[in-house]
Nanobody
Framework: QVHLVESGGGLVQAGGSLRLSCAAS????????VGWFRQAPGKEREFVAA????????RYTDSVKGRFTISRDNAKNTVYLQMNSLKPEDTAVYYC??????????????????WGQGTQVTVSS
């Protein structure tokens, strides 16, 4: 099983940027697809972005397209989520998760079986 740890969250003003990191240990992350999800208070966890094991394919939820970029550095066993033009509605706990290889990365939680503990992102207006 892959052990995942997120970092990089924090408090930022609207329009600002943050880069989240998802570092893996236990197994090499290059064997897995990786997704980012988020959960705001009182809301269900939602898909944000995902990338295949080889970085060939990515996918994003519509609300972050053009603002967020998912990438990975398999040599560092780390996946990143670059978040630009942040909005107050992006405020949530962000989780990374690893899942089995698929040509098109999964956009639902059932496609992932190892999860990190989350990192808080707060965007002030």
């Amino acid at each position: 099983q892959v052990h995942l740890v997120e970092s990089g969250g924090g408090l930022v003003q609207a329009g600002g940027s943050l880069r989240l990191s998802c570092a893996a240990s236990g197994r090499t992350l290059s064997s897995y697809n990786v997704g980012w999800f988020r959960q705001a208070p009182g809301k269900e966890r939602e898909f944000v972005a995902a990338v295949t094991w080889s970085s060939t394919n990515t996918r994003y939820t519509d609300s972050v397209k053009g603002r967020f970029t998912i990438s990975r550095d398999n040599a560092k066993n780390t996946v990143y989520l670059q978040m630009n033009s942040l909005k107050p509605e992006d405020t949530a706990v962000y989780y990374c998760a690893s899942g089995s290889r698929r040509i098109v990365p999964a956009a639902d939680a059932y496609g992932y079986d190892s999860w990190g503990q989350g990192t808080q992102v707060t965007v002030s207006s």
